[in-house]
């Protein structure tokens, strides 16, 4: 009897922790979504975005589920601001409900808001569990994981802009549609680049301290 009431207090004691630990990277993870905390400098005028970092940090140290989970909300934090809090020329490449002149959103919006949003969590869950199995719970692992997963939202986004809203792209940005590939790779240079450094370091610098720390308590 006393064994299944320790056991019922530990799990308790683990589902607590969840949690607490999910609704604090949600929070952190509204900050960076909607206010200009999360965004930094990358080169020139271009910024990296730190959205995807909690959700890094999330599939690494709840598992890839929670890492899904938290890649639907930057989905949705996204949609909201891109849909009514800061809508841009480009917003409707990630909504339906927002558009340019004659050029407006459809449901592909959606799948690029938040497919590789959601996949953040996958990719960076899945190889972290992979990497830290094959190569014990080092560096790499954290670090490798961390650039994928941010590698696959940038590519991913970039890629449905240019499949799904190409033409309107060119014709927002006043650029020849032969243009488009070049103009998304030096996104991916300037901005995406340093956004998967920036995803790997810290991946490392904040989910191996909070492994460790969770080892340590259970």
Request: with cysteine.
């Amino acid at each position: 009897m006393g064994n299944r009431k320790d056991s019922s207090v530990h799990f308790d004691q683990k589902r607590l922790l969840f949690i607490v630990q999910f609704a604090i990277l949600l929070a952190i993870e509204a900050i960076v979504s909607f206010t200009p905390l999360g965004s930094l400098p990358a080169l020139g005028p271009i910024v990296a975005t730190l959205s995807h970092i909690p959700v890094i940090v999330t599939a690494i140290t709840m598992g890839t589920g929670a890492g899904a989970a938290m890649g639907f909300f930057f989905g949705l934090f996204s949609f909201l601001h891109m849909s009514f809090i800061a809508p841009s020329p480009m917003s409707f490449v990630f909504t339906p409900i927002y558009s340019v002149g004659e050029f407006g959103g459809n449901y592909w919006s959606l799948v690029i808001c938040f497919v590789p949003r959601i996949l953040i969590g996958v990719v960076a869950g899945l190889s972290y569990r992979f990497l830290s199995k094959l190569l014990k719970d080092n560096f790499f692992s954290y670090t490798f994981s961390g650039i994928l997963a941010s590698l696959t939202n940038t590519l991913l986004v970039l890629g449905g802009i240019y499949l799904f809203f190409g033409k309107q792209f060119a014709s927002v940005n006043k650029i020849g549609f032969e243009l488009v590939v070049g103009v998304l790779g030096m996104i991916v240079l300037t901005s995406g680049i340093p956004e998967a450094i920036i995803g790997g370091i810290l991946a490392y610098g904040v989910g191996k301290p909070l492994n460790k720390m969770k080892s340590k308590h259970f």
